[in-house]
């Protein structure tokens, strides 16, 4: 399984942006998909998840009301819509997999550990 993140870049405080992380495996639809970002200094945090089937997600409390995180099966795709983007949100995001069944009750799509395959990561920047 190989993920390939793309879509970072320069953006305005107050912008918007859209990555994407596309998948090699046939078996794409099957894997729970995560965000995570890691900013310079600082450690890896979770940003958002969503379910193999796209029917739950989940995210983090500095982002809920502002990304999306969506699913395309059948282009191999999930994408992470960013909109009124904070200089806070500057960061490398990685997409990750997971292949087994991640507890939600125990937070599991919180965990880095739980995810089996790692994206490259794409930067963001915000300026202020």
């Known amino acids: 399984v190989q993920l390939q993140a793309s879509g970072g870049g320069l953006v305005q405080a107050g912008g918007s942006l859209r990555l994407s992380c596309a998948f090699s495996?046939?078996?794409?639809?099957?894997?729970?998909v995560g965000w995570f970002r890691q900013a310079p200094g600082k450690e890896r945090e979770f940003v958002a998840h969503?379910?193999?089937?796209?029917?739950?997600?989940h995210y983090a409390h500095s982002v809920k009301g502002r990304f999306t995180i969506s699913r395309d099966n059948a282009k191999n795709t999930v994408y992470l819509q960013m909109n009124a983007l904070k200089p806070e949100d500057a960061a490398v995001y990685y997409c990750?997999?997971?292949?087994?069944?991640?507890?939600?009750?125990?937070?599991?799509?919180?965990?880095?550990?739980?995810?089996?395959?790692w994206g490259q990561g794409t930067e963001l920047t915000v300026s202020s």
């Open positions: 990750a997999a997971a292949s087994s069944a991640l507890d939600f009750s125990k937070y599991d799509y919180w965990n880095f550990a739980k995810y089996d395959y």
């Open positions: 969503v379910n193999w089937s796209a029917s739950v997600t």
């Open positions: 495996s046939v078996t794409f639809s099957s894997y729970d």
